[in-house]
């Protein structure tokens, strides 16, 4: 790992200068660097943001291959059919989104290796995709766009939805990228959000956000805000857990190693790492230990009916807001 140049910057949604520190962070699911990154939330706004980040020309080192949901079974490289059955699950959770709209021209911004694009085509929908980096290959010969969104042509009210699943935490102008999809949704046309709840418990207590490569932390005030300042109104708004998971597991696990001598950064270095999957919830400090596995059963067993009731109460981990041009 080394260290890479970072950058200081103000609210990136509504530019006040005006927010406070709240934590450090750093690359713990992939380790890229060994840079501290600090997560603020701004006092205007109430959005939450990386400060300093990475600057905008060095993120894309931050994205491995491995981001992009390489899947592989036994050492064998999975073939197309292969790997969209492996994620019809969340394809299926993000079609739901739209069961409810007519079939029209869809813009997923995204796209990533065109999986939803290829089943939101099979059932009527005249897509299009944006992907930002060329890495991820294109498995079913879709349309898509590699690049900066921004950069690109569009038709303007061209477009009856466009989607971007966990995507606006990832940008470095998020308000720009509201507003061009909003100018190029019909009038009527929607827009499919999902970001992470920076109010969640996940957000704030487990820290669960990708960072750095997540930027900016949405709450429910702050995106509405948002959209409804780039000419889009909010039409429903949820939090749901199908689609990219979020589990409150290990939240049980992560207080008794920290009532028990871990500092805060050795168990995030546990439990956010992918090497070893047993290392936080059946160790303690690297060795096998039959009563922090019997805590993270434990843990397991109280987390799930926990989830669904954040996710009634529209409190969960993944935030999904659908708003409309008006």
């Given at each position: 790992m080394s260290e890479m140049r970072l950058v200081d910057i103000d609210c990136p949604v509504c530019g006040s200068k005006d927010s406070r520190h709240l934590f450090w962070t750093c690359d713990y699911v992939r380790r890229i660097s060994d840079d501290r990154f600090g997560v603020r939330r701004c006092r205007n706004c109430g959005v939450g943001f990386l400060s300093p980040r990475p600057a905008e020309d060095r993120i894309g080192d931050f994205y491995d291959d491995t981001y992009y949901w390489w899947a592989e079974q036994q050492g064998r490289q999975l073939s197309p059919e292969e790997q969209l059955a492996a994620r019809m699950p969340q394809i299926e959770a993000k079609a739901a989104?739209?069961?409810?709209?007519?079939?029209?021209?869809?813009?997923?911004?995204?796209?990533?290796?065109?999986?939803?694009?290829?089943?939101?085509?099979?059932?009527?929908?005249?897509?299009?995709?944006?992907?930002?980096?060329?890495?991820?290959?294109?498995?079913?010969?879709?349309?898509?766009?590699?690049?900066?969104?921004?950069?690109?042509?569009?038709?303007?009210?061209?477009?009856?939805?466009?989607?971007?699943?966990?995507?606006?935490?990832?940008?470095?102008?998020?308000?720009?990228?509201?507003?061009?999809?909003?100018?190029?949704?019909?009038?009527?046309?929607?827009?499919?959000?999902?970001?992470?709840?920076?109010?969640?418990?996940?957000?704030?207590?487990?820290r669960a956000d990708d960072y750095p490569r997540?930027?900016?932390?949405?709450?429910?005030?702050?995106?509405?805000?948002?959209?409804?300042?780039?000419?889009?109104?909010v039409r429903r708004l949820w939090t749901d857990q199908r689609i990219f998971g979020g589990s409150l597991h290990g939240g049980l696990v992560y207080a008794v190693k920290r009532l028990f001598g871990y500092s805060a950064q050795e168990v995030f270095s546990e439990w956010k790492q992918a090497k070893d999957p047993i290392l936080f919830c059946c160790k303690w400090r690297g060795e096998n230990s039959q009563a922090i596995r019997w805590i993270s059963r434990f843990d397991r067993l109280i987390s799930l009916p926990t989830e669904h009731l954040l996710d009634a109460t529209g409190n969960g981990f993944n935030l999904i807001i659908e708003a409309k041009r008006s």
């Open positions: 989104c739209l069961a409810h709209l007519a079939p029209g021209r869809l813009l997923d911004i995204g796209a990533q290796k065109g999986e939803f694009l290829y089943v939101m085509r099979q059932r009527g929908w005249n897509v299009e995709g944006v992907e930002f980096s060329a890495r991820p290959p294109n498995l079913f010969d879709m349309s898509i766009r590699y690049g900066e969104f921004l950069d690109m042509p569009f038709e303007t009210s061209s477009l009856d939805v466009v989607t971007l699943w966990a995507v606006l935490e990832h940008v470095y102008h998020p308000r720009a990228y509201i507003r061009k999809v909003s100018s190029l949704l019909k009038r009527g046309g929607s827009a499919l959000i999902l970001v992470t709840n920076f109010n969640s418990i996940q957000g704030r207590i487990y997540h930027l900016t932390l949405f709450t429910k005030g702050s995106l509405r805000r948002l959209l409804e300042e780039s000419g889009l109104k």
